[in-house]
């Protein structure tokens, strides 16, 4: 079945640094969507990306969407410790219904 | 508020017990999805309910079981729970399969 990987598991940076993650199909995905989940809280929606080498931008946000439409992206400019959480991605094949979730990569930012 | 409503947020219970989540979707909403997260896990896919059928199926163990009713609302349920079952349980819904979904705060359950 379908595989959706993210790298890196957990990232540490200091306020006021980039931040990516890299979230990777094992096939190729019809959309894309990406979750941002607080500690302690509950996933929340952010984006879905459509289009082969889709970009769309929120605020200090940027996402990818691979030309290939098997991996993506997600870029935090200058990050804040307000950032601070789970980032998930979430594939939908071209042959499914149901988004399948990457595992997250937990964000830590150090004041 | 997400408009997603889940309860109870908390539930304590033993081994061998079985337990029911409840989750109301957001108005309009007609796809309801359950998720298992267990601590510091992703999101483990269990089912989908759409406007009242069974769409698709993931993990789900043959101890659970889901419905969702006319109304929309669902229930999940968990018998012969086992300590194992602790965990995070989410409730999401959607208008269909394409768009985001909106996810409700969550059942933590205990199992002890």
């Known amino acids: 079945g379908q595989q959706v990987m993210q790298i890196p598991q957990y990232q540490h940076v200091q306020e006021g640094e980039d931040f990516t993650t890299y979230c990777n199909s094992s096939t190729t995905l019809s959309n894309i969507q990406w979750y941002k989940q607080r500690p302690g809280g509950h996933p929340v929606f952010l984006i879905q990306?459509?289009?082969?080498?889709e970009v769309k931008k929120q605020k200090r946000l940027t996402f990818q969407f691979g030309e290939a439409k098997k991996n993506s992206s997600l870029h935090i400019t200058a990050t804040q410790t307000t950032d601070v959480g789970t980032y998930f991605c979430a594939g939908r094949p071209l042959d499914g219904q149901n988004f399948v979730f990457g595992p997250g990569t937990r964000l830590s930012v150090l004041p | 508020d997400s408009g997603v409503t889940q309860t109870p947020k908390h539930l304590i219970t033993a081994t061998g017990q079985r337990v029911t989540l409840r989750c109301s979707p957001r108005s309009g909403d007609l796809s309801v999805y359950w998720y298992q997260q267990s601590l510091d896990q992703g999101l483990q896919f269990l089912i989908q309910y759409y406007n009242g059928e069974e769409r698709a199926k993931g993990n789900i163990l043959e101890r659970f079981s889901a419905q969702q009713f006319p109304d929309l609302h669902s229930e999940l349920n968990l018998s012969s729970l086992e300590l194992g079952d602790s965990a995070l349980y989410f409730c999401?819904?959607?208008?269909?399969?394409?768009?985001?979904?909106?996810f409700g705060s969550g059942t933590r359950l205990t199992v002890v």
């Open positions: 999401a819904s959607s208008v269909d399969d394409r768009d985001g979904y909106t």
């Open positions: 990306l459509v289009k082969s080498g």
